[in-house]
């Protein structure tokens, strides 16, 4: 499954760079994209229960850039 999320304040390419290589630990994500420019973020995962793994993609999101606000609804 390919899910792609937009994002709002991402303020820097570093920090874009920080959410992919955190993203990409998380159990259950097979590869994750996150477009600086685009404001969006890419997720791939075989993972069925998608709305509790995009809750752990949002609290360690919110550790490297907690002004940035992900536009994910259920």
Known sequence: ???V???KD???ANCAAKM???IKKI???TN???NFMMQK???ETEVEDFDSL???IINVCAKVEPDCEILYKK
Do not use: F, H, R
């Open 5 to 7: 999320i937009k994002l």
């Open 32 to 34: 994750a994209s996150v």
């Open 20 to 22: 992919e290589n955190s």
């Open 54 to 56: 995009m809750q752990e």
């Open 41 to 43: 973020m890419t997720i």
């Open 27 to 29: 159990p259950g994500v």
């Open 1 to 3: 499954m390919k899910k």
């Open 10 to 12: 991402l303020d820097c």
